[in-house]
């Protein structure tokens, strides 16, 4: 099982460009959230789906959409990226909200030009 | 609102010594889950431990240690005899059930971490 993997794994953009960074999970969770990782910032929730067809807004959701696709995959877009989005990008996958373990995949590094 | 501190951003050990690395959370749920990630330099976030607030008993897992305080809203994180492979950043991370509207939520909201180098 690969568990959390996400796509692509370095990304360097100009501004105004869009991008989707692509997050699946075979955990069979139901939970997924996506959150940046700046430096001495720790991690800060961008948007989460609490199941599949939800969707809500984290601590920092301007300048992003997401789409919860199916159970096991969970989109995020960047309609016209920004130089303070430069950050690495987390997928995380949960079996039930607020309770259990969140597991992570490897990243997203992103540079915008 | 939850908010997790860990004061100290940066600590370097030489090999072999023990080190604690300090965990203040505050929330004002009384069912809440407290965790510790490991993120080596490689980058990818490795689960250490999870602990929900009504188990206070401290956990020992080979050289790795909690302390549990709710008196004093604290979950410190241990390494006894402290080795090279153990330099990381630390994150500590807190959970709430449910939010104030009463439906579970789930928010993970983490500390700064705390860059923990071991030198040979």
């Known amino acids: 099982n690969a568990g959390v993997t996400q796509t692509p794994k370095f990304q360097v953009l100009k501004t105004g460009q869009s991008m989707t960074l692509q997050c699946a999970q075979d955990?069979?969770?139901?939970?997924m959230y996506w959150y940046r990782q700046d430096p001495g910032m720790g991690l800060r929730l961008i948007y989460y789906?609490?199941?599949?067809?939800?969707?809500d807004k984290g601590e920092v959701p301007n300048g992003y959409n997401v789409s919860r696709l199916n159970k096991r995959e969970f989109s995020l877009r960047l309609e016209s990226a920004a130089p303070s989005q430069t950050s690495v990008y987390f997928c995380?996958?949960?079996?039930?909200?607020?309770?259990?373990?969140?597991?992570f995949g490897p990243g997203t590094r992103l540079t915008v030009l | 609102a939850q908010k997790v501190t860990q004061a100290q951003t940066e600590i370097s050990v030489v090999e072999k010594e023990d080190v604690t690395l300090d965990c203040v959370y505050e929330?004002?749920?009384?069912?809440?889950?407290l965790f510790w990630y490991k993120q080596p330099p490689s980058g990818e976030l490795v689960f250490l431990i999870r602990?929900?607030?009504?188990?206070?008993q401290n956990e020992i897992s080979g050289r790795y240690s909690w302390n549990f305080q709710k008196s004093t809203s604290s979950f410190n994180f241990t390494i006894t005899a402290s080795q090279v492979v153990d330099s990381a950043v630390y994150f500590c991370?807190?959970?709430?059930?449910?939010?104030?509207?009463?439906?579970?939520?789930?928010?993970?909201?983490f500390g700064q971490g705390t860059i923990l180098t071991v030198h040979p």
């Open positions: 995380a996958t949960c079996r039930r909200e607020g309770q259990d373990t969140q597991y």
């Open positions: 929330t004002r749920d009384t069912t809440y889950y």
């Open positions: 991370a807190l959970s709430e059930a449910y939010n104030a509207g009463g439906t579970s939520y789930g928010k993970l909201t």
């Open positions: 955990m069979n969770h139901n939970s």
């Open positions: 602990r929900n607030s009504f188990d206070e």
């Open positions: 789906s609490a199941s599949e067809g939800t969707t």
